[in-house]
């Protein structure tokens, strides 16, 4: 939208330029992300107060959460507003994968906003059923999936590429591409969403993989850098670096209220959306396989939740003492902040791991 302004103001004065750049209008995006987000945040948690729109404990859960019961939720409203809001501004709104990120937010969001509300009006931990939330998520991934393999503008790449190897890719074909496309967008929503069950859990974790992320399509936006790097170039994904900056200035700024202890629980709306929007920005800049390496936390809490499931209901007994993982850490004793920062911790050492496969190829 700005862009448009700043094309008609050049005609005047060609020093206007400079705010088309892309790291500059990266920078941008962040900060009014990131202000929108602090401006507005104790106002939306009043008003989710006020309406009464809280968080319902699990009564099978740990002790030390039940004192939480009652702190408002659905602040993902404020991480998607702050995004989206900045995104339209310093956007490139003729760029056809920007168009598929935000519809990918506005579908997964509206999934989760379902979940959440059927919660807070039964006042349980139970909303939508299990069959109900896959199949929505599964139309929205088919759907994103076939929109990014037929995008107009650039044809996507239908290659696997093999990271930390040089000219190593698997080539997939259109129908492999959807259908790989169709797990990473699902199993990436719901990862997150199984991983925000603690203060800040989920949310730094995005942010951190993102900030890879941004990296990856600034180079591939470039041609230089990609053919020095050996990374496919692909021109409008560089407007991934935006999409990535601003997604990253609505998560710190979120972050400042649910930081332990927690004045606002993100809930399945942003949880949800954060997860496919990881899952459609990785699919962009080529990079699935980085994606599962850096989303190593939520793989384990994941596989700790598919694991407890499938050996009670052939033993009876459990391997943890309750799933996801973050929990089965609480009930031996280990307290909410240390939890967190070692996550935190861990998804750092991976993203770093991710990044040293542009130079280890």
């Not at 020093?15 to 750049?21: A, D, H, P, S, T």
């Not at 990131?34 to 319902?56: A, C, N, P």
């Not at 959440?116 to 088919?142: E, F, N, P, V």
């Not at 991983?195 to 470039?222: C, W």
Request: hydrophobic share 55%; proline share 3%.
């Amino acid at each position: 939208m700005f862009l448009e302004f700043i094309n008609f103001l050049t005609q005047f004065d060609s020093g206007f330029n400079v705010l088309q750049y892309l790291t500059l209008r990266a920078i941008l995006a962040l900060l009014m992300a990131l202000l929108i987000s602090l401006s507005l945040g104790r106002f939306f948690i009043k008003k989710l107060q006020q309406y009464q729109i809280s968080q319902t404990v699990r009564e099978d859960g740990p002790k030390s959460h039940f004192c939480k019961t009652g702190t408002p939720t659905m602040g993902g409203i404020l991480i998607l507003f702050s995004f989206i809001s900045s995104l339209l501004v310093w956007g490139n709104l003729h760029n056809s994968y920007l168009w598929i990120v935000l519809v990918t937010a506005l579908l997964f969001g509206s999934i989760g906003f379902a979940d959440d509300y059927l919660k807070i009006k039964r006042k349980s931990a139970d909303g939508l059923s299990a069959k109900q939330k896959y199949l929505a998520q599964s139309l929205s991934a088919i759907g994103i999936g076939i929109w990014l393999i037929s995008n107009p503008q650039d044809q996507i790449s239908t290659d696997l590429f093999i990271p930390f190897f040089k000219d190593l890719s698997i080539p997939l074909g259109s129908v492999g591409l959807l259908i790989l496309s169709y797990f990473v967008i699902v199993g990436s929503s719901n990862a997150v969403n199984l991983t925000d069950g603690l203060d800040g859990l989920a949310i730094m974790p995005v942010v951190l993989i993102l900030g890879a992320f941004a990296i990856f399509a600034y180079i591939s936006g470039n041609y230089n850098f990609a053919q020095y790097l050996n990374m496919p170039f692909m021109p409008i994904a560089s407007e991934m670096f935006i999409v990535c900056a601003a997604l990253i200035g609505a998560g710190l700024g979120f972050l400042w209220f649910n930081t332990y202890p927690a004045d606002v629980f993100m809930g399945d709306v942003g949880s949800l959306a954060l997860g496919a929007i990881l899952a459609v920005v990785a699919i962009i800049v080529r990079q699935e396989i980085l994606l599962l390496l850096m989303s190593g936390i939520f793989v384990a809490e994941t596989l700790s939740v598919i694991i407890q499931v499938a050996w009670y209901k052939r033993t009876k007994t459990r391997i943890f003492l309750m799933a996801p993982l973050h929990h089965h850490f609480e009930k031996k004793g280990m307290s909410e902040p240390k939890i967190i920062v070692r996550f935190w911790m861990i998804t750092l050492i991976l993203v770093l791991i991710a990044l040293a496969s542009i130079k280890i190829r």
